[in-house]
C-alpha cells in the first residue's frame, strides 16, 4: 500500500495548488483526479474555455459591429464557429499540460481515476478499467469541488437546454437564448453568444441582477448589458419547460404574482448557481456529514473527522478559482506546521464581460447595514483620459472608506480591464491601507489606473480630473 503524508482528492484549483505547495514543503503528496485531465472546472469547463470565448466574442463584436468602423477600420467579419471552438479547447488543453508538468517538477504523484475515503487515513482509486489502487494518507485532503445546480421542471440534457458546460460548446449560435439566472455565468456567457448575434433574455427570480454585488454598480452594469442588446425579465421565475428538437417553451411567471407566460427559444441556460460536489466520497466512513446544500464545513480548512482536510468550491466561501488555490496553499502549509492564512474580507470577484465588474470587500449596502460610517470617492471612466481614447467609457470607480480611520472598506468598479487593476486596491487593503494612499501613489499617464487614483482622492473630496 502507497504511504503518502498528504493525499489530495480532487485535481482543480484547489487541489492543484495544494500539490503544488505540499511538493515545495517536501511533503510526499499524491493527487488524484477522476475526469482523466487535471485542472477542474476552472481550466476544463470554468474560467478558462470562457474567457477564450469571451476574448474572441469581444473582437468579432468589435470587428462586426460599430466600434472599428468608427475607429477607421472597415471590414467585414465572417464567423467560423468551429475555429473559435477549436482554439478554445487548444488553449485549455495546453493549460491542462501544463498542470501535469507543475506536478511532475514538484514530485507530485498523479492518479488518474475517482477517489474514496474508506475510513481515517486509507482512500481507494477506482480507475476507468475498475482497478482499485489504495492509497495511506496521513492527511486527505477534498478538493472535489462543485457542479451545476439544477432547476426543478428545466431538465438539463446539454442538448437544447444547457448548463454552462453545454453553453461553451453549442454547435451554432442560436437565433435566441434564453438565460436562466442573472448571476457571473449567466452574464457572461450571455455575452458570449450575444456578441455573436443571438438575442438573449435573461430571467432572474431577483429584482436585480448580480445579488450581493454593489447595487449601483450593478444597477450601472444593468444598463450597460440593456444597451448592448441583452433584454432582462426580473422578479420572474420559470416555472416548467419543454424541449423538442427544434427549441424550448419556457413557462415563467411573475414572483410578486400574476398571469404565466410562455418564452420560446432555441436554447435555455440554466445558470442559477453551484453546489459542492461529493457523490461517492465516503465521508460516512469517517462521520463526515455536509450541511443541507452539500456544504462540508471546515475550521481552518479542518473537517469534523481528524486527519481529513477541505478547500475549494466543496466548503463555504465564495465559489471562486484564486479562492480555492489560497485556501489550497494556507491548507498545505497549516499541514506542515506553518501558519497558512486566507484573508476572506480581501477575495476580489470580477466578472469578463466587456466593460468588466470588479470588486473587492464590503458593498455599500453592507456598510449601512453594519452602522459604519464611510465616506465615498467616484470617479467615472468618461474623465479617463486613456479609456476616452480608447471609446471605453461606459462605468466608474467607487471607493468606500472608514470616515474616521480613511481605511480602504471595499472597492466596486464597472469599466475597461477593472479585473486586471483591482489587486491594486487588493495589495492596498492587504496593508491596510488609507485612501489617501492610493491617491498619493503616482499612477501612470495615460492608463485607466489613473480612474482608481482619482476616484481614491474623491473620498477626501480632491478629484482633480472631473
Ligand atoms: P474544481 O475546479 O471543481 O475541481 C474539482 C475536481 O475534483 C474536478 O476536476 C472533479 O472531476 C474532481 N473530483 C471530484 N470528485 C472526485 C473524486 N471523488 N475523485 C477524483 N476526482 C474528483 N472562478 C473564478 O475565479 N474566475 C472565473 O473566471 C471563473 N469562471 C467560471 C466559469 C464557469 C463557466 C464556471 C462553471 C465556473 C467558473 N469559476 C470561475 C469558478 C471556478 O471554476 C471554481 O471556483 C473552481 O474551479 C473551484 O476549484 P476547486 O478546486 O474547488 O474545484
Ligand atoms: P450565481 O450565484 O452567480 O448566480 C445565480 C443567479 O441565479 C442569481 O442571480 C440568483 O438569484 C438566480 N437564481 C437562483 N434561482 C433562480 C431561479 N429559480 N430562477 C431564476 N433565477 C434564479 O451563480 P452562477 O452564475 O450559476 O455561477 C456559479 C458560481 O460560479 C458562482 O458562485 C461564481 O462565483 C462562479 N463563477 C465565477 C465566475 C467569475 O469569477 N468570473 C464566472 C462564472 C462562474
Not at 482499485?132 to 428545466?154: D, H, Q, R, W, Y
Not at 491594486?424 to 498619493?440: I, N, P
Request: charge should be neutral; include cysteine.
Amino acid at each position: 500500500m502507497a504511504q503518502y503524508d498528504v493525499v489530495i482528492i480532487g485535481g482543480g484549483p484547489g487541489g492543484y495548488n495544494a500539490a503544488i505547495r505540499a511538493g515545495q514543503l517536501g511533503l510526499k503528496v499524491a493527487i488524484i483526479e477522476g475526469r482523466g485531465v487535471l485542472g477542474g472546472t476552472c481550466l476544463n469547463v470554468g474560467c478558462m474555455p470562457s474567457k477564450a470565448l469571451l476574448h474572441a466574442s469581444e473582437l468579432y463584436a468589435a470587428a462586426a459591429g460599430p466600434e472599428f468602423k468608427a475607429l477607421g477600420i472597415e471590414v467585414q467579419p465572417k464567423l467560423n464557429l468551429k475555429q473559435m471552438m477549436a482554439q478554445k479547447q487548444e488553449s485549455v488543453t495546453a493549460l491542462t499540460k501544463g498542470v501535469e508538468f507543475l506536478m511532475k517538477k514538484n514530485k507530485v504523484d498523479y492518479i488518474k481515476g475517482w477517489g474514496r475515503i474508506e475510513g481515517p487515513g486509507k482512500v481507494v482509486v477506482k480507475a476507468d478499467d475498475g482497478a482499485e489502487t489504495v492509497l495511506e494518507a496521513k492527511n486527505i485532503v477534498i478538493a472535489t469541488g462543485s457542479e451545476p445546480t439544477p432547476l426543478p421542471g428545466v431538465a438539463i440534457d446539454n442538448g437544447r437546454i444547457v448548463d454552462s458546460t453545454g453553453a461553451l460548446a453549442l454547435p451554432e449560435v442560436p437565433k435566441s437564448l434564453i438565460v436562466i439566472g442573472a448571476g457571473v455565468i449567466g452574464l457572461e456567457l450571455g455575452s458570449v453568444w450575444r456578441r455573436l448575434g443571438a438575442e438573449v433574455t435573461v430571467v432572474e427570480y431577483l429584482d436585480r441582477i448580480c445579488p450581493g454585488t454593489d447595487t449601483e454598480v450593478a444597477n450601472a452594469f444593468q444598463k450597460v448589458l440593456a444597451k448592448q442588446g441583452m433584454s432582462f425579465k426580473l422578479g420572474a421565475k420559470v416555472t416548467g419547460a419543454k424541449a423538442s428538437a427544434k427549441g424550448v417553451a419556457l413557462t415563467v411567471e411573475p414572483v410578486a404574482g400574476g398571469a404565466a407566460e410562455t418564452l420560446n427559444a432555441d436554447y435555455v441556460l440554466v445558470a442559477i448557481g453551484r453546489r459542492p460536489y461529493t457523490r461517492g466520497l465516503g465521508l460516512e466512513t469517517v462521520g463526515i456529514e455536509p450541511d443541507k446544500r452539500g456544504v462540508i464545513a471546515n475550521d481552518h480548512f479542518k473537517t469534523s473527522a481528524p486527519g481529513v482536510w477541505v478547500i475549494g468550491d466543496v466548503t463555504s466561501g465564495p465559489m471562486l478559482a484564486h479562492k480555492a488555490e489560497d485556501e489550497g496553499v494556507a491548507c498545505i502549509e497549516l499541514i506542515a506546521g506553518k501558519a497558512g492564512h486566507v484573508n476572506y474580507g480581501i477575495i476580489p470577484g470580477v466578472i469578463y464581460t466587456s466593460p468588466e465588474v470588479a470588486t473587492v470587500g464590503k458593498t455599500e449596502e453592507e456598510l449601512k447595514a453594519a452602522g459604519v460610517a464611510y465616506k465615498v470617492g467616484k470617479f467615472p471612466f468618461a474623465a479617463n483620459s486613456r479609456a476616452k481614447i480608447n471609446h471605453e467609457t461606459d462605468g466608474f470607480v467607487k471607493v468606500l472608506a472608514d470616515a474616521t480611520t480613511d481605511r480602504i472598506l471595499g472597492v466596486h468598479m464597472l469599466g475597461p480591464n477593472v479585473g486586471d487593476m483591482i489587486a491594486e486596491y487588493c495589495v492596498a487593503m492587504e496593508f491596510a491601507g488609507a485612501s489617501e494612499d492610493v491617491a498619493r501613489t503616482c499612477h501612470p499617464h495615460p492608463t485607466r489606473s489613473e480612474a482608481l487614483r482619482q476616484a481614491a482622492m474623491g473620498v477626501e473630496g480632491w478629484t482633480m480630473q472631473a
